[in-house]
């Protein structure tokens, strides 16, 4: 079959005055991809489902944190964006910490694969308690594992509902041929471990917070990264919060002033804002209070199942 050169089909795109549409940001042609799955937390916004990001690089897909819905979610940026993160393709997670938005999906991410013929175990990467926690999901399901297995449905994918759980208290925590993914220890609070997660690959450097509160280990784990994903509130509307919620936003999280100055530090070729608490502000108002607090480079307020 003939295939027309690069050059060619270039020339026809200019002769039709065509110009393609990038998805949201510039996408490379290939190598490492970074999908929103989630943007949310634990208000029900139909519209931001629970935290997940996936880095794929070299047909492999990477999570972070399982909130709910992580499966379907997965299922819709595999179709949207022709990439592997079909149920059976997701085998590997690393959770930032155990807060319920971030592990609701886990029960899920753990059987429903399962069901859909991923034979091997899930492995699971993340702070100390992640063993006990997994222990424990693996019991409350324990009916249907057996149901499964021994009752009347075709179930030949017998190691494919088993999880295997690898606690870290920070440091290189995983390596492949693709990619090194070391977890950077944060402040998240009273939280004895919470994690972010810096992704080295052949072409990206790639750092997602987690919950943070500004985190000099975060900026000095991106340190001129590509992507710097970190969760943000809202500086313009938090003097709307109560006392109490006050002390929690910023012991536990970042603001909206806070990440310019964290950003400036970083300096990431990208800075997206995922795990937002809005409160009444949009997309473009938390972009706007980044740059209005002196951030220079480029920042976006991500939206589920986005690419970049
Ligand atoms: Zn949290
Ligand atoms: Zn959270």
Redesign the pocket.
Known sequence: MWVPPAWGLALVVTLLGWVPTPTVAQVPDSGTRVVILGTG?PNSDPDRWG?AVAVVVGGQAYLVDAGAGVVRRAAAAARIHDLPLTGIDLKRVFITHL?S??TLGLPDLIFSPWVLGRLEPLEIYGPPGLERMTHHLLEAWREDIDMRLYGLEPQPYVDGYRAITHESRGGLIYEDEHVRVEAIPVAHGSWPYSFGYRFQTADRTIVISG?ARPSRALIEACNGCDILVHEVYSSARFPSRSPEWKTYHSSFHTSTDELAEIATAARPGLLLMY?QLFWGDSDEDLEGQVRAAGYAGRVLSARDLEIY
């Open positions: 937390n935290p807060h938005d971030h919950d795990h």
